[in-house]
Protein backbone atom coordinates (compact mmCIF):
# COMPACT_ATOMS: atom_id res chain seq x y z
CA UNK A 1 0.00 0.00 0.00
CA UNK A 2 1.12 3.10 -0.80
CA UNK A 3 2.29 5.64 2.04
CA UNK A 4 0.25 8.34 3.11
CA UNK A 5 0.66 11.62 2.34
CA UNK A 6 1.52 12.90 5.51
CA UNK A 7 3.71 10.04 5.89
CA UNK A 8 5.22 11.35 2.10
CA UNK A 9 5.52 14.68 3.37
CA UNK A 10 7.75 13.77 6.35
CA UNK A 11 10.46 11.81 3.83
CA UNK A 12 12.47 14.98 3.17
CA UNK A 13 13.84 14.99 -0.45
CA UNK A 14 17.81 14.90 0.19
CA UNK A 15 19.74 13.54 -3.36
CA UNK A 16 20.46 16.03 -6.12
CA UNK A 17 18.31 14.27 -8.80
CA UNK A 18 14.66 15.65 -8.36
CA UNK A 19 13.23 14.74 -11.77
CA UNK A 20 14.08 11.26 -11.37
CA UNK A 21 12.44 11.77 -7.84
CA UNK A 22 9.50 13.38 -9.19
CA UNK A 23 9.05 10.29 -12.24
CA UNK A 24 9.56 7.69 -9.45
CA UNK A 25 6.48 9.66 -7.31
CA UNK A 26 4.32 10.10 -10.20
CA UNK A 27 4.84 6.58 -11.24
CA UNK A 28 3.85 5.31 -7.19
CA UNK A 29 0.94 7.16 -7.06
CA UNK A 30 -0.47 6.11 -10.64
CA UNK A 31 -0.14 2.57 -10.09
CA UNK A 32 -1.48 2.77 -6.75
CA UNK A 33 -4.49 5.37 -7.42
CA UNK A 34 -4.34 5.68 -11.39
CA UNK A 35 -4.05 8.83 -13.25
CA UNK A 36 -6.64 10.60 -12.43
CA UNK A 37 -5.14 10.92 -8.93
CA UNK A 38 -1.80 12.02 -10.27
CA UNK A 39 -1.17 15.78 -10.32
CA UNK A 40 1.70 17.86 -9.80
CA UNK A 41 0.69 19.13 -6.46
CA UNK A 42 0.55 15.37 -5.42
CA UNK A 43 3.44 14.19 -7.25
CA UNK A 44 5.30 16.59 -4.66
CA UNK A 45 3.69 15.95 -1.98
CA UNK A 46 4.57 12.40 -2.73
CA UNK A 47 8.38 13.30 -3.24
CA UNK A 48 8.93 15.59 -0.45
CA UNK A 49 8.92 18.52 -1.91
CA UNK A 50 7.30 22.31 -2.13
CA UNK A 51 4.57 22.52 -4.54
CA UNK A 52 6.43 24.76 -7.01
CA UNK A 53 9.39 21.94 -7.05
CA UNK A 54 7.95 20.06 -10.06
CA UNK A 55 7.75 23.04 -12.09
CA UNK A 56 11.35 23.45 -12.50
CA UNK A 57 11.11 20.39 -14.43
CA UNK A 58 7.36 19.88 -15.98
CA UNK A 59 5.17 22.88 -17.07
CA UNK A 60 2.37 20.84 -16.83
CA UNK A 61 0.61 17.48 -16.10
CA UNK A 62 0.73 16.50 -19.86
CA UNK A 63 5.06 16.80 -19.40
CA UNK A 64 5.10 14.95 -16.52
CA UNK A 65 3.15 11.95 -18.01
CA UNK A 66 5.11 12.47 -20.89
CA UNK A 67 8.19 11.54 -18.69
CA UNK A 68 6.65 8.98 -17.02
CA UNK A 69 5.37 7.16 -20.30
CA UNK A 70 9.39 7.58 -21.15
CA UNK A 71 10.32 5.86 -18.10
CA UNK A 72 7.67 2.94 -19.06
CA UNK A 73 9.25 2.44 -22.11
CA UNK A 74 12.72 1.92 -20.83
CA UNK A 75 11.36 -0.41 -18.45
CA UNK A 76 9.78 -2.51 -20.85
CA UNK A 77 12.55 -2.94 -22.98
CA UNK A 78 14.88 -3.88 -19.57
CA UNK A 79 12.49 -6.75 -19.67
CA UNK A 80 12.52 -7.23 -23.09
CA UNK A 81 16.84 -7.27 -23.01
CA UNK A 82 16.88 -9.08 -20.18
CA UNK A 83 14.65 -11.98 -21.26
CA UNK A 84 16.66 -12.09 -25.27
CA UNK A 85 19.65 -12.89 -23.11
CA UNK A 86 18.06 -15.51 -20.79
CA UNK A 87 16.82 -17.48 -23.99
CA UNK A 88 19.20 -18.38 -25.93
CA UNK A 89 18.42 -19.39 -29.27
CA UNK A 90 16.68 -16.89 -31.70
CA UNK A 91 13.74 -18.98 -31.95
CA UNK A 92 12.99 -19.71 -28.11
CA UNK A 93 13.83 -15.71 -28.46
CA UNK A 94 11.24 -14.61 -29.83
CA UNK A 95 8.10 -16.56 -27.53
CA UNK A 96 10.29 -14.97 -24.50
CA UNK A 97 9.98 -11.69 -26.30
CA UNK A 98 6.30 -11.93 -25.98
CA UNK A 99 5.86 -13.23 -22.52
CA UNK A 100 8.19 -10.44 -21.05
CA UNK A 101 6.00 -8.36 -23.11
CA UNK A 102 2.57 -9.36 -21.18
CA UNK A 103 4.46 -9.96 -18.09
CA UNK A 104 5.13 -6.72 -18.11
CA UNK A 105 1.87 -5.23 -18.90
CA UNK A 106 -0.06 -6.68 -16.51
CA UNK A 107 2.77 -6.05 -13.34
CA UNK A 108 2.44 -2.64 -14.30
CA UNK A 109 -1.16 -1.78 -15.60
CA UNK A 110 -1.85 1.85 -14.74
CA UNK A 111 2.07 2.54 -16.14
CA UNK A 112 1.04 0.69 -19.28
CA UNK A 113 -2.28 2.80 -20.54
CA UNK A 114 -0.24 5.58 -20.12
CA UNK A 115 2.75 4.53 -22.32
CA UNK A 116 -0.35 4.22 -25.31
CA UNK A 117 -2.47 6.79 -23.99
CA UNK A 118 0.56 9.24 -24.07
CA UNK A 119 1.14 7.85 -28.31
CA UNK A 120 -2.25 8.01 -28.98
CA UNK A 121 -2.90 11.65 -28.17
CA UNK A 122 0.31 12.32 -30.30
CA UNK A 123 -0.63 9.34 -33.01
CA UNK A 124 2.32 8.15 -32.99
CA UNK A 125 4.92 5.90 -31.00
CA UNK A 126 8.29 7.59 -29.60
CA UNK A 127 10.52 8.17 -32.07
CA UNK A 128 13.37 6.25 -29.97
CA UNK A 129 11.08 2.69 -30.84
CA UNK A 130 12.06 2.69 -34.45
CA UNK A 131 15.39 5.12 -34.22
CA UNK A 132 17.11 3.29 -31.31
CA UNK A 133 18.43 0.12 -32.04
CA UNK A 134 18.43 -0.66 -28.55
CA UNK A 135 14.46 -0.29 -28.47
CA UNK A 136 11.73 -2.92 -27.69
CA UNK A 137 10.90 -2.77 -30.86
CA UNK A 138 14.12 -2.72 -32.60
CA UNK A 139 15.18 -5.74 -30.44
CA UNK A 140 12.00 -7.83 -31.96
CA UNK A 141 12.63 -6.82 -35.04
CA UNK A 142 16.40 -7.93 -34.82
CA UNK A 143 15.51 -11.53 -33.17
CA UNK A 144 13.15 -12.27 -36.15
CA UNK A 145 16.23 -11.55 -38.58
CA UNK A 146 18.39 -13.61 -36.13
CA UNK A 147 15.45 -16.31 -36.54
CA UNK A 148 15.36 -16.31 -40.28
CA UNK A 149 13.44 -12.82 -41.39
CA UNK A 150 15.23 -11.68 -44.31
CA UNK A 151 16.82 -8.48 -43.20
CA UNK A 152 16.68 -6.87 -46.58
CA UNK A 153 13.33 -7.57 -47.15
CA UNK A 154 12.17 -3.97 -45.63
CA UNK A 155 8.42 -4.02 -46.06
CA UNK A 156 8.22 -7.47 -44.96
CA UNK A 157 10.97 -7.50 -42.23
CA UNK A 158 8.44 -4.26 -40.80
CA UNK A 159 5.04 -5.88 -41.21
CA UNK A 160 6.59 -8.90 -39.24
CA UNK A 161 7.99 -6.88 -36.51
CA UNK A 162 4.46 -5.02 -36.33
CA UNK A 163 2.14 -8.17 -36.36
CA UNK A 164 4.74 -9.66 -32.96
CA UNK A 165 3.96 -6.55 -31.50
CA UNK A 166 0.31 -6.63 -32.31
CA UNK A 167 -0.03 -10.20 -31.00
CA UNK A 168 1.88 -8.99 -27.49
CA UNK A 169 -0.52 -6.21 -27.03
CA UNK A 170 -3.20 -8.03 -27.51
CA UNK A 171 -2.33 -10.62 -25.21
CA UNK A 172 -1.50 -8.19 -22.44
CA UNK A 173 -5.60 -7.28 -22.91
CA UNK A 174 -6.63 -10.54 -23.40
CA UNK A 175 -4.53 -12.76 -20.91
CA UNK A 176 -6.12 -11.50 -17.44
CA UNK A 177 -9.91 -12.84 -18.62
CA UNK A 178 -11.41 -15.47 -16.36
CA UNK A 179 -12.30 -18.07 -19.33
CA UNK A 180 -8.36 -18.81 -19.99
CA UNK A 181 -8.02 -19.87 -15.68
CA UNK A 182 -8.84 -23.46 -16.57
CA UNK A 183 -5.99 -23.54 -19.34
CA UNK A 184 -3.77 -21.40 -17.49
CA UNK A 185 -4.04 -24.65 -14.80
CA UNK A 186 -3.38 -26.80 -16.88
CA UNK A 187 -0.69 -25.31 -18.47
CA UNK A 188 1.10 -25.02 -14.92
CA UNK A 189 0.71 -20.94 -14.62
CA UNK A 190 -0.04 -18.35 -16.62
CA UNK A 191 3.92 -17.66 -18.32
CA UNK A 192 3.51 -21.29 -19.75
CA UNK A 193 0.28 -19.90 -20.74
CA UNK A 194 1.42 -16.83 -22.20
CA UNK A 195 4.00 -18.66 -23.98
CA UNK A 196 1.96 -21.48 -25.66
CA UNK A 197 -0.05 -19.00 -27.24
CA UNK A 198 3.11 -17.31 -28.44
CA UNK A 199 4.16 -20.66 -29.62
CA UNK A 200 0.65 -21.09 -31.86
CA UNK A 201 1.55 -18.12 -33.72
CA UNK A 202 3.84 -18.46 -36.84
CA UNK A 203 5.65 -14.90 -36.22
CA UNK A 204 6.39 -16.66 -33.05
CA UNK A 205 7.14 -20.40 -33.32
CA UNK A 206 9.54 -20.03 -36.21
CA UNK A 207 11.80 -18.08 -38.64
CA UNK A 208 10.27 -16.57 -41.42
CA UNK A 209 12.37 -18.76 -43.57
CA UNK A 210 11.29 -21.75 -42.52
Not at 47 to 56: D, F, L, Q, R, T
Not at 66 to 80: F, I, K, P, S
Not at 126 to 135: A, G
Not at 181 to 194: N, R, T
Request: glycine share 8%; aromatic share 8%.
Amino acid sequence: MRETASAAEARPYHHGDLRRALIDAAQRILEAEGPTALSLRAVAREAGVSPAAPYHHFKDKGELLDAVADEGWRLLNEAMKAAREKAGSPRAAMPALGVAYVCFAREHPALYRVMYKRSRDKEALPEHLHDDDDSAYCRTRDTLIEAGADPNDAIGLELATIAAWCAAHGLAELGGFRQFEPLKDALGGEDAFFRGVFEHMGVFAKGLND
